[in-house]
């Protein structure tokens, strides 16, 4: 068989199996929601307060820098950039940038992606839509509410509830309740992840917060949100 015949008997084979899709698990921040709008003018004031402290001295405050914690646990920038600071300085310093964002979704300086509302409005009809977030409960409670997108979803998941364990081992403590077959669409490493330990499907979002190396082994690459379309 030549390479074309193939080509062609994988594109059948992917489609055949994409028919048999059920349910869309949708990271938030990076995926559908562009969070940097809200997230950066709320982590510079939190830099601020760390800089009176003493910390992040040297931490280049620009979007691109503070892109890359996007979609992470909420401590993880705050272990980066203020080594040797205590506990309860991070944890003030968490709860303050917490705050600025909720404050600036509720504000109306937050923003879906292009399409996302219209995208998730034509999914819902065909498949059971989910959330899976690395993030807080309130703050997933307060994005579905801003931008009226709650009546879209199943069910949605945040990272706070299962008290912020790896996104793959939320999704194996609740697969169960998820119609089989799945694909996870998500632009960070762990959502990639959890796709690769649960032994389903993935697209990578590479217009999110992560880097293109971690949509490496994506089944699937969408460079906007409409472009999941071209597949489903």
Do not use: W
Request: hydrophobic share 35%; charged share 30%.
């Amino acid at each position: 068989m030549d390479n074309l015949s193939k080509q062609k008997d994988f594109n059948f084979n992917e489609k055949e199996e994409l028919k048999n899709i059920k349910s869309i698990i949708f990271d938030f921040d990076g995926t559908l929601h562009n969070t940097i709008k809200i997230y950066y003018p709320a982590f510079t004031s939190g830099v601020k307060i760390l800089r009176e402290y003493g910390f992040a001295k040297d931490f280049n405050l620009t979007e691109k820098n503070v892109s890359k914690f996007l979609g992470e646990k909420p401590n993880f920038a705050y272990d980066l950039i203020a080594k040797g600071s205590d506990k309860n300085l991070k944890e003030k310093v968490m709860q303050h940038v917490g705050r600025k964002m909720d404050e600036n979704m509720k504000n109306g300086i937050g923003e879906l992606y292009d399409d996302s509302i219209k995208i998730l409005d034509k999914l819902s009809k065909n498949y059971d839509l989910y959330i899976l977030s690395n993030c807080r409960e309130s703050y997933l409670d307060l994005a579905l509410k801003v931008y009226g997108i709650k009546k879209y979803f199943n069910k949605c998941f945040a990272a706070e509830t299962f008290g912020f364990i790896p996104k793959d081992e939320i999704l194996k403590k609740e697969r169960h309740y998820i119609k089989e077959k799945i694909i996870f669409v998500g632009d960070r490493h762990h959502d990639m992840e959890a796709a690769r330990k649960n032994n389903i499907k993935s697209i990578f979002c590479s217009y999110g917060f992560g880097s293109q190396e971690e949509g490496k082994n994506a089944d699937y690459k969408i460079n906007s949100i409409s472009e999941i379309l071209n597949i489903l």
